[in-house]
């Protein structure tokens, strides 16, 4: 069974910080690993997919990491923002669970301007 | 990237009655899904919706409680019977992109149970 934890569960950093969130899954039998952002009481916006055969993906001030056989991702925000105030969440698919994504607990991230 | 609209948006609703929410999306997607993501916690899988045939559940979701209907490649309705306050939740809806791989969130229905 699939397990993903995310550390730290919350964090607050001053705005301009660069941070990084982390995410760890149990099995590193998986198709990809995606990054998403929840405001409060709201859905969730895909921020960034790795394919199982990629190390990273950027997108803006975002980059994401992913070493499979550890079972480990990191999420890179630059330059922190209020705005980027939200939790982020990863999620894996895992090979043999057909699309279905397993979620991490969240990290809730505070950005003090 | 799909557009996924979800009605109703929120809701409060008394104990032992029962809700159905809709989950339209922009283009057709022959997969849907239903995640509940109960208060503090992270989402969890209900259900797999294909057009054509009946729903996939999960471990711990059963279809009485649970009915999904799915008439086309853009719609599907969740129905959550007989409420209780443990079923107090934000229900999502999620449809996934075979040419992407991503999978994209509708906003959301914020369910309060008396």
Redesign the interface.
Known sequence: KQEVTQIPAALSVPEGENLVLNCSFTDSAI??L?W?RQDP??????LL?I?SSQREQTSGRLNASLDKSSGRSTLYIAASQPGDSATY?C?V?RVGA????T????TRLMVKP | SAVISQKPSRDICQRGTSLTIQCQVDSQVTMMFWYRQQPGQSLTLIATANQGSEATYESGFVIDKFPISRPNLTFSTLTVSNMSPEDSSIYLCSVAQGGTDTQYFGPGTRLTVL
């Open positions: 198709y990809n995606q998403f009481g709201k859905g969730l916006t895909s997919l394919q969440l999620a698919r057909g699309n279905m994504l979620f991490g607990g969240g």
